[in-house]
């Protein structure tokens, strides 16, 4: 049997497969198309201090090799995700919940951040800083350093749980803001999330999404998201989850030999419900293929000599041949 099982710092995974961010919802609706209990872990709808529509309609739309979104962060609020959907995910789904949080202020990431760690189904906060389809906060945060480690800052004091800070890849230099997160307490990173994009109506000769423009997702980003993990491996100790573009178990195994501890797939499973199942399906066969006895000896494999790091505290004091046990990462060159 290959060995799937990873690790985020304290977050032990039975599988690196996790839902991205808003194209997951709460669960509920996941779990009637497959069985949730297979995912590694799972990751809530981003979540505001109020309930919010969202943008006007149209608020997606697709392109070759992907697809834009400009949701706007439609969700019902922290009082009643805390209250109803938590709770209920909870009784769906045994593994870690991470929970997703944004916000139009410091003080309002760090408000959610308090409201949402209250829950005991919470195992980690995922905070996101980089939504381009909103006015004046998201990825307005995200792609200034200053900013981002403000608002690490102000989340580190606001919950005791590991928070993952959620990286734009809209920016000129992803490590500047990555070393920023790190240096506040983060304790981990995601990345990435969309790439502001836009498309036209012939017609009309107008946007065709109402908010203008949108967020670029799917396999076209693939390449960018892998590059992004590779360069931020290299600047920070802190584990990092991989994102953007994944559909298939060997994009997996790419993303983790970039550099990425987990991976989170969005929108294959738009496409493809069963995308994260096929996935974790194909993953020990895809393994074989290439001779790999376990995942997590793949994690940061084509990084240079002396950069590498495995980020699995059970496997490393095996591997050290000493008792190792980091809260959030080990680091030992091979
Ligand atoms: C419809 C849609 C809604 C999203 N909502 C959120 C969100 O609420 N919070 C967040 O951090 N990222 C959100 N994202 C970004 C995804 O989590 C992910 O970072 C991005 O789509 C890249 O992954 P993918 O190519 O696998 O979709 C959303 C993406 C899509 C397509």
């Known amino acids: 049997m290959v ?3 990873t690790h985020i710092g304290s977050l032990v995974l039975q599988n690196p497969v996790m839902p991205a961010s808003g194209t997951f919802g709460f669960g509920w609706e996941a779990s009637k198309l497959y069985d949730i209990n297979r995912l590694g872990a799972v990751v809530t709808k981003g979540t505001t201090r109020r309930a919010r529509a969202g943008n006007q309609l149209p608020r997606v739309t697709d392109c070759p090799a992907g697809m834009l979104n400009a949701v706007g962060l439609e969700n019902p609020g922290a009082e009643h995700v ?16 991470i929970a997703n949080v944004c916000g139009f202020s410091v003080d309002e990431y760090a408000y959610v951040a308090e409201r949402l760690s209250q829950s005991p189904h919470v195992a ?15 990825m307005s945060f995200g792609t200034d350093a200053h900013i981002a480690a403000e608002i690490t800052r102000a989340v580190r004091k606001a919950t005791q749980k590991p ?4 990286l734009s890849p809209n920016v000129t230099d992803i490590t500047e803001i990555a070393r920023a ?29 109402a908010n203008t423009t949108g967020g670029l997702s799917g396999p076209a980003i693939f390449p960018i998201a892998l590059r992004m993990v590779y360069q931020v491996y290299q600047a920070v100790k802190i584990p ?28 294959a499973a738009l496409v493809n419900p069963a995308a994260v199942t096929d996935i974790l399906d194909a993953l020990p066969a895809e393994l074989e293929a290439i001779r790999a006895g376990s995942l997590w000896e793949l994690i940061g494999a084509s990084q240079p000599p002396g950069n590498r790091f495995i980020n699995h505290p059970a496997k490393t004091a095996v591997l050290a041949g000493t008792p190792v046990i980091s809260r959030f990462v080990v680091r030992k060159e091979i």
């Not at 980690?124 to 998201?138: R, T």
């Open 124 to 138: 980690a906060l995922e905070i996101n800083i980089s939504c381009p389809n909103v006015e004046g906060g998201g």
């Open 240 to 267: 990092i989850v991989g994102v953007g573009g994944i559909s298939s178990a060997r994009d997996v195994i790419e993303m983790m030999i970039a550099g990425a501890s987990a991976v989170q797939i969005g929108s």
């Open 82 to 97: 805390l209250s109803t959907e938590l709770p209920f995910l909870g009784t769906l789904y045994g593994g870690p919940i």
């Open 163 to 166: 928070i993952f800070l959620k």
């Open 181 to 209: 997160c790190e240096a506040e307490g983060a304790d981990a990173l995601t990345l990435i999330n969309t790439l502001l994009g836009m498309r036209f109506d012939l017609q009309k000769r107008r946007p065709i999404l």
């Open 3 to 5: 060995d799937l099982s």
